[in-house]
Structure formats: C-alpha cells, structure tokens
C-alpha cells in the first residue's frame, strides 16, 4: 500500500495555476464508518495518482488509534505520504494553514473533505466531495467536482 511521496503538481490550464488537492485523511478514512478504513484512503489517494495529481493529505495524529490496518497506514506516514499532525492538534489548523500558503505562491488548493466547517473556514481554497457508494462487493468512489474536470483547471 506504499503509495510514495507525493510531490508532483499538474498545472491549472484555465488560471495558469498549479492544482493541488489538500486531502483531510481523517475525514476521508472515517467517513459513513464506525471504524476508520484505510481502504479508503488508498481507494481516493490512487484515483489523484491515475490523472496525475499528487495530493498533500493530512491526518490528525490520532488517526493510527481508530484506523484498521495501523502497521499499513504507519507505513504511509513514515514515507510521507499521509502528513500527520503533532499529538494534541487538529488537522484542519494544519489543512487550512497549508491551504493559505499554497494559495499566496499561486497555487490552486482544493480541500479533499465533507467536513462543511473545515470547507467553510478554507477560503483560498475550493471544496472537493465525495462518495462511497456500495456496489455489490466493492464501493464506487464519487467526486464533485469530478476529479478530470479539476485535473483540467476547470473545476
């Protein structure tokens, strides 16, 4: 499940900006769960990886605790590939700062999340959503945006 370090960014072609999807891990792990899957992390993470773009995904550090496979996800986090934030903080501080920063080099970030507080409070950044949808023995995963139309600038 090594997904590498994610470094790469796709140019925005409309805007003449770099795209760069900011994922809230946590969010997406947990979300319709009682238990955080790390499937779904992977699932979400390989669907930027397959148009190209590399997001930065971050993780609030309690992630490990609640998560079902922790030697797997630890792995992501030693090769920086899932960002986790120090003990007794919060991602979304850490979202939204990256957001910012990103935003005043020119960069285009999208938040990765369904967390409507965190989408609300980013505002250099636009708000990606998703879905899993049950499909006989996998789950579909959604976007709106869809992921081409951001891979393209145009979202």
Known sequence: M???????????ATMGKRVVPIVDASNVAR???EKAKL???????????????????????NLWRLIDHGESYEKMVAARTVLQTPAGSCADTFIIGTAEQLSRKGVL???????????????PARNVKFLFV???KEELLLFDPALEKLAEGVG
């Not at 699932?43 to 190209?52: D, E, G, S, V």
Request: glycine letters at 2%; aromatic letters at 8%; one cysteine or more.
């Open 31 to 33: 979300v319709s769960s």
């Open 109 to 123: 970030p999208y938040l990765v999340t369904n967390d409507r507080k965190l989408a609300e409070s980013a505002t």
């Open 134 to 136: 049950p499909w006989e």
């Open 39 to 61: 499937d779904r992390l992977v699932c979400l993470l390989n669907r930027f990886k397959q148009i190209a773009l590399n997001p930065i995904c971050i993780a609030d550090a």
């Open 2 to 12: 090594d997904l590498g370090p994610q470094v790469n960014f796709r140019p925005d």
